[in-house]
């Protein structure tokens, strides 16, 4: 496989923008400047899209292009929008793009981003998961949709039954592949990619490039450019991130606190277990707080349910187990709360790169107990990142906190604690 390699602080040129009755200059930090059809860029106005990210400002031009493209990029980079508007504005009439996702609740957001960013151009879509009846996703297909999200186990059941048909697909894009491998799907994907025509605009996103990934990726894609943005385990700048130390028996009461207070618009805690997920609810909604968990052992409905809820601001707190982590891609949550510290530093940034999505700023707190002080020091080693300790909070320990070997300056004041946090900035796409 021949890779032609664009690194992460070149931007390849981009493609010629639409002809307009303007000759005023276009920004280059502007997704007109990347080649966007104008009637597509209404829509991206209109959910409040700014300025491309990086790796938008490299992916769209390419495939305008029609290359195939080979991107390590994280979840909450911009990478949804950096596929789905090429594919949008070039995809045949007649002909369907093919979307697969490691997960349900990623298949229905993917979707979703596809029919906001067409705006008035109009796209129907469908999504092909598990977990839920087939009637209404065989209705779906029947319909001829222009893009097909869906998990692979789900998509090859209906391939089988001879619901489903590929021979139309123009755009194949695999999104957290590596994720797919982890789940054991690569044999499913093998299967759905030899029903998909040859002659075909490829794009596969991964968050790490591990060899059994290029293998695959060598297997898909003929004569891609490979890009990379926000090299693995890379905690986002715009994320401010700060520990609290507490004994295991405060958290509860330690979270109550944290919640009362009005910058914490929206919160998503995690825990490390479905059980303590449950009793942290519990405890929340006890407390007064709207709120809800989300879990492997609530069925998809449930699932689906509570993030809509949380996506709309129904419900202002989230309560979610690692298994969920990369599934949840909500706009504007102001902080990401690790009620139990994760078990890595792989989980930590999955966790933490929850908030600050596309360019917002965000905070990731950390409740730290004495068994969970290894594990802290671990995450800052290996992120090469000062996580800033808080001790204005009433239910510091100072006896946990002399463990801790981070360089983050203790915060003795309520005036630079973590109430002094305010989110700002734009949003970008």
């Given amino acids: 496989m021949s890779v032609t390699v664009v690194r992460p602080d070149d931007s390849p040129p981009p493609s010629t923008p639409p002809e307009s009755d303007t000759e005023d200059a276009v920004s280059a930090e502007s997704f007109e400047s990347l080649g966007i059809h104008p009637r597509l860029l209404g829509a991206l106005a209109e959910e409040g899209y700014v300025c491309p990210t990086p790796i938008q400002r490299q992916a769209i031009p390419l495939l305008l292009q029609g290359r195939d493209l080979l991107a390590t990029a994280e979840t909450g980079t911009g990478k949804t929008a950096a596929f789905a508007l090429p594919t949008i504005q070039t995809l045949h009439e007649g002909a369907q793009a093919l979307v697969l996702t490691p997960t349900r609740e990623l298949a229905i957001q993917v979707e979703d981003s596809f029919r906001r960013y067409a ?6 879509g469908a999504v092909i998961v598990g977990g839920v009846p087939e009637r209404g996703q065989i209705a779906a297909l029947r319909r001829g949709p222009d893009v097909i999200v869906g998990t692979p186990g789900r998509i090859l059941d209906l391939m089988r039954q001879g619901r489903l048909k590929l021979d139309k697909v123009e755009v194949l894009v695999l999104d957290e592949a590596d994720r797919m491998l982890d789940m054991g799907f690569i044999e499913d994907v093998q299967r759905i990619v030899s029903r998909v025509p040859r002659e075909r605009q490829t794009m596969f996103f991964s968050a790490t490039m591990s060899d059994a990934v290029l293998s695959l990726a060598r297997s898909m894609l003929r004569d891609p450019v490979r890009v990379s943005v926000a090299p693995p385990a890379k905690i986002a700048d715009n994320i401010s991130q700060r520990v609290m130390f507490v004994s295991l028996m405060n958290k509860r009461a330690l979270l109550t606190h944290v919640l009362d207070d009005a910058e914490v618009k929206r919160a998503l805690v995690f825990t490390r277990t479905k059980m303590e997920a449950d009793r942290v609810l519990q405890h929340v909604a006890a407390a007064g707080a709207s709120a809800d968990s989300i879990h ?3 069925n998809q409905t449930a699932r689906q349910r509570a993030l809509n809820a949380f996506a709309t601001g129904k419900v202002r707190v989230l309560i979610a187990t690692d298994v969920m982590a990369r599934g949840i891609d909500v706009d504007d949550i102001t902080h990401v709360i690790n009620y139990e510290m ?10 933490i790169g929850r908030t600050a999505l596309a360019g917002a700023a965000g905070v990731a707190l950390s409740f730290c107990d004495v068994s969970e002080v290894p594990l ?5 080693t290996a992120t090469e990142s000062a996580i800033e300790v808080i001790e204005a909070q009433p239910y510091h320990s100072s006896a946990i906190a002399v463990l801790y070997n981070g360089d983050g300056k203790p915060s003795r004041s309520g005036r630079s604690g973590w109430r002094s946090f305010r989110p700002r900035g734009p949003r970008r796409g």
């Fill in 119 to 124: 705006g008035e151009v109009g796209l129907k």
């Fill in 296 to 298: 492997s052992d609530k």
């Fill in 342 to 351: 994760p078990p890595n530093r792989e989980h930590y940034v999955h966790r």
């Fill in 376 to 380: 802290l020091n671990e995450i800052r």
